[in-house]
């Protein structure tokens, strides 16, 4: 298509050429399905915007516009979407100047935000809860998420074969794609995730005895269709008897990573245990806590420089 034609195109379509240009093949199923979200919500936006006429106050009116029913966090997700298309349209002439340059990010009012993890005495409560039994159930699975943070669909894809008992680590290489009806193994989400995950003894020596005489390839949980939301109802329920607040099982992620950090353990440590693909993502997702333990650091130096007299 020539530069011309381009510039005449509609930006939507400019937009959904570009996902399947460069993000057909290149991203996850889950990650693809949001750029095309992102693109249905130009259409629904600004479905008679060109792209010769896109400029920054038209960017930033698509954008408000956007953001009247989403909060800013939401709009932000929104706006890095579509940015990698308009640069790249701004390095092909397409567009004479970038329009997301010095943009504003609005938001309606953000909704109060549920609980997203436990503190020790708490998850220590909800884990005495917990029916396990001889068998494998989603109580086993609550436990192992909590010990080791997985994530949900790397849980669900564990195979016996997965399990290294001579050294008490898991090893982590593929997910379960539960939302298909059959399900199926898939890759993970980057090359960081694939990775191995030390066990405590005590779990480990639990999981040797309930794997014997089990398929060394077939899932563990994985047994049938799994929902979301049935684990997330069973979560609920031992949160109700145990009195404590309701999480998600992704929750118990976060619970894992936020007690690990509180006990002093290095965030590097933390990223490669959590399978990030960089220190920044941990930082950023457990900011608050890494900076009550920074004041916590502060107050330490100063008892300590205090004392040097």
């Given at each position: 298509?020539?530069?011309?034609?381009?510039?005449?195109?509609?930006?939507?379509?400019?937009?959904?050429?570009?996902?399947?240009?460069?993000?057909?093949?290149?991203?996850?199923?889950?990650?693809?399905?949001?750029?095309?979200?992102?693109?249905?919500?130009?259409?629904?936006?600004?479905?008679?915007?060109?792209?010769?006429?896109?400029?920054?106050?038209?960017?930033?009116?698509?954008?408000?516009?956007y953001a009247k029913t989403h909060e800013k966090q939401t709009t932000m997700d929104f706006h890095h979407q579509i940015k990698g298309a308009i640069l790249d349209a701004v390095d092909e002439g397409v567009l004479d100047k970038n329009p997301t340059r010095k943009i504003v990010i609005k938001g309606k009012e953000a909704s109060e935000k549920k609980t997203k993890f436990l503190n020790q005495f708490e998850?220590?409560?909800?884990?005495?809860?917990?029916?396990?039994?001889?068998?494998?159930?989603?109580?086993?699975?609550?436990?192992?998420?909590?010990?080791?943070?997985?994530?949900?669909?790397?849980?669900?894809?564990?195979?016996?074969?997965?399990?290294?008992?001579?050294?008490?680590?898991?090893?982590?290489?593929?997910?379960?794609?539960?939302?298909?009806?059959?399900?199926?193994?898939?890759?993970?989400?980057?090359?960081?995730?694939?990775?191995?995950?030390?066990?405590?003894?005590?779990?480990?020596?639990?999981?040797?005895?309930?794997?014997?005489?089990?398929?060394?390839?077939?899932?563990?949980?994985?047994?049938?269709?799994?929902?979301?939301?049935?684990?997330?109802?069973?979560?609920?329920?031992?949160?109700?008897?145990?009195?404590?607040?309701?999480?998600?099982?992704?929750?118990?992620?976060?619970?894992?990573?936020?007690?690990?950090?509180?006990?002093?353990?290095?965030?590097?440590?933390?990223?490669?245990?959590?399978?990030?693909?960089?220190?920044?993502?941990?930082?950023?997702?457990?900011?608050?806590?890494?900076?009550?333990?920074?004041?916590?650091?502060?107050?330490?130096?100063?008892?300590?420089?205090?004392?040097?007299?």
């Amino acid at each position: 298509m020539s530069r011309n034609k381009q510039k005449e195109q509609l930006f939507y379509r400019y937009f959904e050429e570009w996902i399947d240009l460069y993000k057909v093949g290149a991203v996850r199923p889950v990650t693809l399905r949001k750029y095309r979200m992102t693109n249905q919500r130009i259409i629904e936006l600004a479905p008679n915007l060109r792209m010769k006429h896109l400029n920054r106050q038209k960017y930033q009116l698509l954008l408000n516009e956007y953001a009247k029913t989403h909060e800013k966090q939401t709009t932000m997700d929104f706006h890095h979407q579509i940015k990698g298309a308009i640069l790249d349209a701004v390095d092909e002439g397409v567009l004479d100047k970038n329009p997301t340059r010095k943009i504003v990010i609005k938001g309606k009012e953000a909704s109060e935000k549920k609980t997203k993890f436990l503190n020790q005495f708490e998850l220590q409560l909800l884990l005495k809860r917990l029916e396990l039994g001889t068998e494998i159930n989603w109580d086993w699975f609550i436990l192992l998420l909590a010990k080791t943070g997985l994530r949900f669909s790397e849980a669900l894809a564990l195979t016996p074969s997965d399990f290294d008992f001579s050294t008490q680590k898991v090893l982590v290489n593929k997910t379960w794609n539960y939302k298909t009806s059959k399900g199926e193994f898939q890759s993970t989400k980057n090359e960081s995730s694939n990775r191995k995950v030390q066990l405590d003894w005590q779990i480990a020596m639990q999981f040797l005895q309930l794997m014997k005489g089990l398929d060394e390839e077939s899932p563990i949980f994985a047994k049938k269709r799994v929902f979301n939301s049935t684990v997330n109802n069973r979560l609920k329920t031992l949160c109700n008897k145990a009195n404590i607040p309701t999480i998600t099982i992704h929750g118990l992620r976060h619970t894992h990573a936020s007690l690990l950090l509180f006990a002093g353990v290095s965030v590097a440590s933390v990223a490669k245990r959590l399978g990030h693909s960089s220190m920044a993502t941990t930082q950023e997702t457990y900011l608050h806590i890494i900076q009550e333990l920074e004041n916590q650091d502060n107050d330490k130096i100063m008892r300590h420089l205090a004392m040097l007299v």
